[in-house]
């Protein structure tokens, strides 16, 4: 007898769990289905971009050579406004904000403009382009419910489809970055973006397609593992060797192989730069009082995983954005000075990979 009792007790709560987590969801869904309109960042949001000012500042030559030296402009968008900052070449659109929190001196705030991710032309600036941290997590929830079936949806909880704003840091200087490729290399970066015109005629669903890839990522993946020089090169030819043979198999066209190669440098290098930022901050910039980095890369283990295993997964580009930065570190680790040969025209990842063979 007292062990149903002590069944139907916990049955009770659990029963009672589950309703408040509905509720709970179905609250913070209902909430984040209105704009997110506010006239001004919230505190968290200035302190983040003083943060990303100052690891840009103090450590974003060793990201990238003259990284820390351009004055790139940051936009930070929610569902009615810009806001940009580090910018001093403005349109009349643009509306000067006083900060009554007094945490930045100026920014400016204008409405939203085809606002994207990603980089944007002021004219005389390019500047990086990103949602706010909570516009990231609103859509980041809506998307994770609205592709789970009935029910299950209602129990997702908030908490697990959110990014913290250490990631966050990184994730603008992922978009700061493509600013600056766009800066000191204007030519390749709108040749870069311009390749998706020929993505609808890529084979991202071959099913030999993607075991193909599957292979290159397992390949790239024992690569960055390796602490053997030797062994490292070694999986690097058969990677490259791997590759030529996956494009003669699948017929690619000159076009379509620029598409890779041209998305690796444009996507993968952002995504170099925004995990090397992480990895410089976590040991350089130990004194912030706003943002808390983690040791071991907690954020990107599965996109290593996925490099390991599935980077051939159906039907997305991102794998241009996981084998780019995957290369980007093999030749850090074989310690090569690479990083201003690579914003050549006509130079690209795996070719500085074939020359070190």
């Known amino acids: 007898m007292q062990v149903k009792k002590i069944l139907l007790a916990i049955l009770i709560i659990i029963i009672l769990g589950l309703f408040y987590l509905i509720i709970s969801n179905e609250i913070i869904a209902r909430k984040l289905d209105k704009p997110l309109d506010s006239v001004d960042l919230n505190i968290d949001d200035k302190n983040e971009i003083l943060e990303v000012m100052r690891v840009k500042s103090k450590i974003g030559n060793e990201i990238w050579p003259k990284f820390g030296d351009i004055d790139i402009p940051i936009i930070l968008f929610n569902d009615r406004f810009e806001f940009i900052f580090n910018s001093s070449n403005f349109e009349t659109s643009w509306k000067l904000i006083e900060d009554n929190d007094k945490i930045i001196d100026k920014y400016y705030r204008r409405d939203v403009i085809n606002s994207k991710a990603f980089a944007v032309n002021l004219g005389e600036q390019w500047a990086g382009s990103i949602g706010t941290l909570d516009r990231m997590n609103k859509e980041y929830f809506l998307g994770v419910r609205s592709q789970l079936p ?7 909880p908030y908490q697990f489809a959110t990014l913290p704003r250490d990631l966050h840091v990184a994730l603008i200087l992922h978009e700061v970055f493509h600013a600056y490729q766009a800066t000191v290399a204007t030519d390749k970066f709108i040749s870069a973006e311009s390749v998706y015109k020929v993505e609808k ?7 030999e397609f993607i075991d193909n890839w599957n292979k290159e990522g397992e390949i790239l993946s024992k690569a960055l593992n390796s602490k053997n020089e030797i062994e490292i090169k070694e999986y690097i030819a058969e990677f490259l060797q791997f590759r030529n043979q996956r494009r003669k198999n699948h017929g690619l066209s000159k076009d379509l192989i620029d598409f890779e190669r041209k998305l690796e440098w444009l996507e993968g290098l952002a995504k170099y730069a925004e995990i090397k930022s992480y990895e410089l901050a ?5 004194n912030s009082s706003n943002i808390k980095y983690q040791e071991g890369l907690p954020h990107w283990r599965m996109e290593f995983q996925r490099i390991k295993s599935r980077l051939g997964e159906k039907g997305s580009d991102y794998r241009f954005y996981l084998s780019g930065m995957a290369q980007a570190r093999l030749l850090d680790i074989l310690g090569l000075d690479w990083k201003n040969k690579v914003m050549k025209d006509g130079v690209f990842l795996e070719d500085l ?4 063979m």
């Open 150 to 156: 009935p029910v299950i949806n209602k129990l997702f």
């Open 201 to 207: 005629l890529y084979p991202y669903n071959d099913k």
């Open 282 to 286: 976590k040991d350089k910039m130990k």
């Open 353 to 356: 990979l074939e020359d070190c």
